[in-house]
């Protein structure tokens, strides 16, 4: 990856699962290149493969087979120390679930980050909170909040470390279109406002109309016919 404008490179990435005596192909030979400061929302038809592409893509699912370069480090020939290291202090995660820890407040949840790393920070997560508009909860258990307010949390969560790429799965698949369409402006505002780089997974078509490309993925390949870039 020798152009400083990409910020993560796949080539040829292939993934199959067994499941009884058939395998599946799920990833069929995908190679994409994410420019640095992009947003990209990739679409698809359920089991096309777009959630297993989003998790290769972040190191989190190793590949049968292809590479995945982040900021000059291949993900899957790097050691595991410093891949989840990678994953902890340069990418973010936003997921459908929230998975917040019902114990813990929304401060706390916030910082739990923080405190894998080793540098437990009070006061970054309140300005996390404060930028997702939830300082006057940060007090509150996860079952004292809404759905959507769950999810600004878990965003607020997936910045704390200041991130360079976030990576959202289905991050409106438990809310109503508006909340929906509200979790999305404000992902778009963060990554847009910080200059940080997006990929969401998302079944809505008509909200990967907002980020800056859309990518199709059809039976375990990128569709070159529709995939474009998306109206802003």
């Known amino acids: 990856m020798t152009d400083p404008d990409i910020h993560l490179a796949a080539c040829d990435l292939r993934?199959?699962?067994?499941?009884?005596?058939?395998?599946?192909?799920?990833?069929?030979?995908?190679?994409?290149?994410?420019?640095r400061g992009e947003s990209i929302f990739l679409i698809g038809a359920s089991g096309a493969g777009k959630t297993t592409l989003l998790y290769t893509l972040a190191g989190l699912e190793r590949p049968d087979s292809g590479?995945?370069?982040f900021e000059g480090h291949d993900l899957y020939k790097t050691s595991e120390r410093q891949a989840a290291r990678l994953r902890n202090e340069r990418m973010g995660f936003v997921f459908q679930g929230y998975f917040l820890l019902p114990e813990?407040?929304?401060?706390?949840?916030?910082?739990?980050?923080?405190?894998?790393?080793?540098?437990a920070s009070r006061q970054a997560a309140e300005n996390a909170l404060d930028r997702v508009g939830l300082g006057g909860r940060r007090n509150h258990l996860p079952a004292e909040m809404s759905g959507g307010e769950q999810q600004r949390v878990a965003?607020?969560?997936?910045?704390?470390?200041?991130?360079?790429?976030?990576?959202?799965d289905e991050p409106t698949g438990n809310l109503d279109s508006k909340t929906g369409e509200t979790i999305v402006d404000l992902l778009l505002a963060l990554v847009r406002e910080n200059q940080k780089t997006l990929l969401v997974v998302t079944h809505d078509a008509r909200l990967a109309e907002r980020g800056d490309r859309k990518v199709e993925i059809v039976?375990?390949?990128?569709?070159?016919?529709?995939?474009?870039?998306?109206r802003l």
């Open 104 to 119: 813990l407040t929304a401060l706390e949840n916030v910082m739990l980050p923080t405190m894998i790393g080793g540098c």
């Open 219 to 230: 039976d375990g390949l990128i569709n070159q016919q529709t995939s474009s870039p998306a």
């Open 155 to 168: 965003i607020a969560r997936a910045l704390i470390n200041d991130p360079t790429i976030l990576f959202a």
């Open 67 to 69: 590479s995945v370069n």
């Open 15 to 35: 993934r199959s699962f067994k499941i009884g005596p058939r395998q599946i192909d799920v990833l069929r030979g995908i190679s994409l290149n994410v420019r």
